[in-house]
């Protein structure tokens, strides 16, 4: 379908642990972990930007969050504290074109981040 690599791993072509899936989303353990606990959620749909979601396609937003919901509840992260972070564009280092809410948490999370 694309090269995306996030859409490869939605379509199973690239393996990837997954700690949450449904019909729109899916959260899966970051290859290259930067905490003791790093995932990453996605939508299924692809779009490279949060400001690339067309207006009339704002559910996409409710259920990735819906599926940071759910992996937090279900890794008990909420007593431990955790951190979302989007990325994009050169400027902030995103690699993969493709949204994506990470969850770090796990170790104290310095503020600002660099
Ligand atoms: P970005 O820098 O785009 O915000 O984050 C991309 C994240 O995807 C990085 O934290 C990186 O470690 C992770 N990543 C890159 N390739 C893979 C992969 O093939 N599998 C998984 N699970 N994570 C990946
Ligand atoms: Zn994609």
């Given amino acids: 379908m694309n090269d995306c690599l996030f859409c490869k791993i939605i379509n199973g072509e690239i393996p990837a642990n997954k700690v949450y899936e449904d019909d729109h989303a899916v959260v899966f353990t970051d290859i290259n972990p930067k905490a003791p606990i790093h995932l990453l959620a996605i939508p299924k749909e692809h779009y490279s930007g949060v400001h690339e979601v067309p ?28 951190r979302l972070v989007v990325n994009f564009g050169d400027s902030s280092g995103q690699a993969v074109p493709h949204i994506h809410i990470h969850i770090l948490s796990g170790r104290e999370l310095t503020w600002p981040p660099g």
């Fill in 55 to 82: 207006h009339d396609r704002m559910e996409l937003f409710q259920h990735v969050f819906f599926a940071v919901n759910q992996a937090v509840r279900q890794e008990g992260l909420a007593e431990k504290g955790y």
